[in-house]
T-cell receptor, first 114, second 110 residues
Framework: DAGVIQSPRHEVTEMGQEVTLRCKPISGHDYLFWYRQTMMRGLELLIYFNNNVPIDDSGMPEDRFSAKMPNASFSTLKIQPSEPRDSAVYFC????????????FGSGTRLTVV | GQSLEQPSEVTAVEGAIVQINCTYQTSGFYGLSWYQQHDGGAPTFLSYNALDGLEETGRFSSFLSRSDSYGYLLLQELQMKDSASYFCAVYTGTASKLTFGTGTRLQVTL
């Protein structure tokens, strides 16, 4: 298995632009998570899905952020419009179902908003 | 809400043993995990404890005391490649939600 695949690895965009981050979880994993990592706030859970259904989006900072999971093999995190304070590393992670506790993280997308 | 406390930095010598502590305050505690993250890399899963006691996996061991809301990660026979950040993280509710601590940066020296 290729693991959790995220794209792009790096993204530089101007303030106000729309940004879309992509994630392909490990095949057969029931859970998908989006995290954001910054020096100031550490690793924050933004949203997670179970069997493609959003379960908890309480970590999504504001309405500018949205996430979708149209099928078991693909998820997107969209920021519109982007702001400099959104600059961070965004990780996608997946986990198998009941009885499995280890998360597998993707390599992350380093987002810079200028 | 949840809060997790762990030391920000630890330094140890190659070949030594180091213990990284984690205390937590949370409702709906389900279990404790540890993750390793090298600079520029992604977090990788090390261990999971749901019950009190010690879990050993090679050079790494993890301990949990639910009554004390406390756990630790023990690294033995330290190697230079162990220099990384180590995060404790708590599962809450139905064990689907994982909240991370602020991380401990371990520096292994010669």
């Amino acid at each position: 298995d290729a693991g959790v695949i995220q794209s792009p690895r790096h993204e530089v965009t101007e303030m106000g632009q729309e940004v879309t981050l992509r994630c392909k979880p490990i095949s057969g994993h029931d859970y998908l998570f989006w995290y954001r990592q910054t020096m100031m706030r550490g690793l924050e859970l933004l949203i997670y899905f179970n069997n493609n259904v959003p379960i908890d989006d309480s970590g999504m900072p504001e309405d500018r952020f949205s996430a979708k999971m149209p099928n078991a093999s693909f998820s997107t995190l969209k920021i519109q419009p982007s702001e400099p304070r959104d600059s961070a590393v965004y990780f996608c992670a997946s986990r198998a179902g009941t009885g499995s506790y280890g998360y597998t993280f993707g390599s992350g997308t380093r987002l810079t908003v200028v | 809400g949840q809060s997790l406390e762990q030391p920000s930095e630890v330094t140890a010598v190659e070949g030594a043993i180091v213990q990284i502590n984690c205390t937590y305050q949370t409702s709906g505690f389900y279990g404790l995990s540890w993750y390793q993250q090298h600079d520029g890399g992604a977090p990788t899963f090390l261990s999971y404890n749901a019950l009190d006691g010690l879990e050993e996996t090679g050079r790494f061991s993890s301990f949990l005391s639910r009554s004390d809301s406390y756990g630790y990660l023990l690294l033995q026979e330290l190697q230079m490649k162990d220099s990384a950040s180590y995060f404790c993280a708590v599962y809450t509710g139905t064990a689907s939600k994982l909240t991370f601590g602020t991380g401990t940066r371990l520096q292994v020296t010669l």
